[in-house]
């Protein structure tokens, strides 16, 4: 199985700042990379898939890149909404595993 | 509007069974594959299986295969996961999603709010 490594585990930030969280595979994925944020209480929402394509209706502060075993999710001045766990998730090959998440909050 | 639903989660002990049913609406279902996935109580996501739009394909993690059934009944829009042989490490809420396969990528577009199956004595 591919596994896949975030991190950091949780960050705090301000609104407005740039935050970024990362993804490792254990082997290489080419862009096979899906990131997913979700709130408290509420099932996962797509935000990017195919490492880098902005998912409808998601903000254009949000922004994926990487190719081959090292990924980013970007978040370009910080919301308050934005407070929650992003996952990232690799559809390469089954099983399709998913990062362990970030906990992201606001100082 | 796309809306994912499902149903049949409760508490079952040890080595009972539970079928848990996703009911979709707002697309056509037999265009897409379909996914379910688990949240353990420790919050993280783990894929559980998948099957493709007409149900002559399925895959399923190692750790349910043997014991969890993915189907599907495209004349009622219906997504379901017969499970087996429960234990209590399958404990979790599980989501059905919606997979538009795009161009070769899979991902989950759409999740419904889960179902918690608790596996306890």
């Known amino acids: 199985d591919i596994q896949m490594t975030q991190s950091p585990p949780s960050l705090s930030a301000s609104v407005g700042d740039r935050v970024t969280i990362t993804c490792r595979a254990s082997r290489r994925i080419t862009n096979y990379l899906n990131w997913y944020q979700q709130k408290p209480g509420k099932a996962p929402n797509l935000l990017i898939y195919a490492a880098s394509s902005l998912q409808s209706g998601v903000p254009s502060r949000f922004s994926g890149s990487g190719s081959g075993t090292d990924f980013t999710l970007t978040i370009s001045n910080l919301q308050p909404e934005d407070v929650a766990t992003y996952f990232c998730?690799?559809?390469?090959?089954?099983?399709?595993?998913f990062g362990q998440g970030t906990k992201l909050e606001i100082k | 509007e796309v809306q994912l639903v499902e149903s049949g989660g409760g508490l079952v002990q040890p080595g009972g069974s539970l079928r848990l049913s996703c009911a979709a609406s707002g697309f056509t279902f037999s265009s897409y594959w379909m996914h379910w996935v688990r949240q353990l109580p420790g919050k993280g996501l783990v894929w559980v299986s998948r099957i493709n739009g007409d149900g002559s394909s399925t895959t399923y993690a190692d750790s349910v295969k043997g014991r969890f059934t993915i189907s599907r009944d495209t004349a009622k829009n219906t997504l379901f996961l017969q499970m087996n042989s429960l234990r209590a490490e399958d404990t979790a809420v599980y989501h059905c999603?919606?997979?538009?396969?795009?161009?070769?990528?899979?991902?989950?577009?759409?999740w419904g709010q889960g179902a918690q199956v608790t596996v306890s004595s």
């Open positions: 999603a919606r997979d538009p396969d795009l161009r070769g990528y899979s991902f989950l577009e759409n």
């Open positions: 998730q690799q559809s390469y090959s089954t099983p399709y595993t």
